[in-house]
Every structure is written in structure tokens, then in C-alpha cells.
């Protein structure tokens, strides 16, 4: 990854496929001239940290579902990527299953009756710890980038919070009409 730049551009992300076995970052990475694969590390019911459970607007101690993903690029891991969905949601759906989900999250969100139409994110700078050092094979004290994703449904209903920790050489691209 030394030396490449990446910038990703999140309405692939947000927008539901068509095709049912497409996948956007193989798409994008492919787009490239690279492979990008993913892997489910963890799907299933847990108390998700404040900030997230503030984004959902769940009460103290509240259950959500996540998906924990680690995303390659060319066999070299470069993300992570745990998404949050309300229980009222998710539970008994494929979200709640640690196996791909054709077409996506926003896909099935959106058959779900939940497609997105609103989405704001934040993006900080952070110090890793551990454990995220190593899966994304850093160095010790490496920065990594943190952009956090909460997507609203037509409703202004909160159905997804994604928290995605990148490495280095990730550039984000944002491109807004105005007026």
C-alpha cells in the first residue's frame, strides 16, 4: 500500500444494486486495476459503543446488531468496517448473519422497506490500539482514519451507523451539488 492513494467515493456505498450478486468495493477496487475482497469477522446482537447507540437513538444498555467486516485490497488489509443496525430492523434478517448479503446492506435495507436517503458522516484522525494495530498490520503508533457513516431512512429513521477504520494512503472523495 506505501506509496498508492485510494479515494473512495461513499454513493457507491449508499445506493442499492441492482445486480443481486454485485459488490461495491470488488466494483470499485476492480475499477482500479486491483482485487478487493472482504471478510465477516462477526454478525449478531450487542450493546454497541456511545456514540453509536446515541446515532441509533437507543436508550442506555440498548441492543443493536453489527456486522464487522476487514476489508483487502489486493490481499493487504486496509479497513475496518463495523456497521450497527436498530434490532426492530435487523433481527431475523441476513444483517444479523455472518454471510454476504447479495447486493448489500443498503440493498436488503431497501427491500426491507428502509432504503436510504440521508446520510451524514465525520471523519477524524485516531491512534489505534492493539488489536486493530494488528489486523491492519500497522506499526505501533500508526494514525489510522475513522469515518463514521449514519444513514437515515426516507423518515429521518436512523438504519445503519458504520464506523470504518482505514490505513494509510486511504483518501476520501466528496463531491456536493449546490444550489
Do not use: C
Request: glycine share 10%.
Amino acid at each position: 500500500m506505501t506509496g498508492q492513494r485510494w479515494t473512495s467515493q461513499s454513493i457507491n456505498y449508499l445506493t442499492p444494486r441492482s445486480s443481486e450478486s454485485s459488490d461495491a468495493w470488488a466494483e470499485e477496487a476492480s475499477q482500479k486495476g486491483s482485487k478487493g475482497t472482504q471478510s465477516i469477522l462477526f454478525a449478531g446482537e450487542v450493546i454497541p459503543p456511545r456514540i453509536v447507540a446515541a446515532e441509533l437513538d437507543l436508550e442506555p444498555g440498548g441492543v443493536a446488531v453489527v456486522r464487522q467486516r476487514a476489508m483487502y485490497l489486493d490481499g493487504h488489509p486496509v479497513e475496518l468496517t463495523d456497521s450497527y443496525y436498530p434490532v426492530g430492523i435487523a433481527r431475523g434478517t441476513r444483517l444479523a448473519e455472518a454471510r454476504k448479503i447479495p447486493g448489500g446492506a443498503v440493498t436488503l435495507l431497501a427491500q426491507l422497506g428502509k432504503a436510504v436517503a440521508h446520510v451524514s458522516e465525520s471523519v477524524n484522525v485516531d491512534l489505534p490500539g492493539p488489536e486493530i494495530e494488528r489486523a491492519l498490520q500497522l506499526t505501533s503508533g500508526e494514525p489510522v482514519l475513522v469515518l463514521t457513516r449514519t444513514s437515515h431512512s426516507r423518515e429521518g429513521e436512523p438504519v445503519e451507523v458504520s464506523v470504518m477504520t482505514m490505513t494509510r494512503g486511504t483518501r476520501l472523495g466528496y463531491e456536493m451539488k449546490v444550489g
